[in-house]
């Protein structure tokens, strides 16, 4: 069935240091891609999305491209802040209907 | 402020004692869903609807139920609680009938049942 395999955490980063959380999705057909974010004690919030292969999703400094050949969509973001600290989400949607989360990746950036 | 509301944010009931969680969004979103996230596990899809009265199983239906007799609302019901339903519940919304738009999600329910 489809699904979404995103690395354990937690991660510990420095500030200004690069992240990468890498995702790794397994789907029939053409999913659209996300990654959302869970600040300490809120909801999930869209980060990115890409719809179809080569696409690349960005926002806040944060980028992942789609890549097809290699079934992945990692994050990454070249220089973190403090206020990223929270915990990264992967997920897919095949058809519209049904939505498939990651387990989530801890980040914690300190000073 | 366009938004989802879940209520309550805690809850400690005992087995076997019917509850609900009520959720609301003021988008006039079309798509609802229910979701319950897990140490280890991730968020996995209780309920979802596509429109008022449209309501399908997701992937760990069992033990609950839902509604969706207005576009606003779609409360999610626990009719005998039990302990494995111990979990953090997330309501979330979506505009023009699909997910793939993005959710909009509420802060949460953290649910104890003892």
């Known amino acids: 069935g489809d699904s979404v395999t995103q690395m354990e955490g937690p991660v510990t980063l420095s500030e200004e240091a690069f992240l990468t959380i890498n995702c790794t999705y397994t789907a029939t057909g053409y999913p659209s891609l996300f990654w959302y974010v869970q600040y300490p004690g809120e909801g999930l919030q869209l980060l990115l999305k890409a719809t179809k292969a080569d696409d690349k999703g960005s926002n806040k400094g944060f980028e992942a491209t789609y890549r097809k050949e290699t079934t992945s969509f990692h994050l990454e973001k070249g220089s973190v802040q403090v206020s990223d600290s929270a915990v990264y989400f992967c997920a897919l949607s095949p058809t519209g209907n049904q939505f498939y989360f990651g387990t989530g990746t801890s980040l914690t950036v300190i000073p | 402020e366009a938004q989802v509301t879940q209520n309550p944010r805690y809850l400690i009931t005992v087995t076997g004692k019917k509850l609900t969680v009520t959720c609301s969004q003021n988008?006039?979103?079309?798509?609802m869903s229910w979701y319950r996230q897990d140490p280890g596990l991730g968020l996995r899809q209780i309920y979802y609807?596509?429109?008022?009265?449209?309501?399908d199983k997701g992937d760990v239906p069992e033990g609950y139920k839902v509604s969706r007799k207005e576009k606003r609302n779609f409360p999610l019901i626990l009719e005998s609680p039990s302990p494995n339903q111990t979990s953090l519940y997330f309501c979330a919304s979506s505009q023009l009938g699909s997910p793939v738009y993005g959710y909009t999600f509420g802060s949460g329910t953290r649910l104890t049942v003892v």
């Open positions: 609807s596509m429109n008022v009265e449209v309501t």
């Open positions: 988008m006039n979103h079309e798509y």
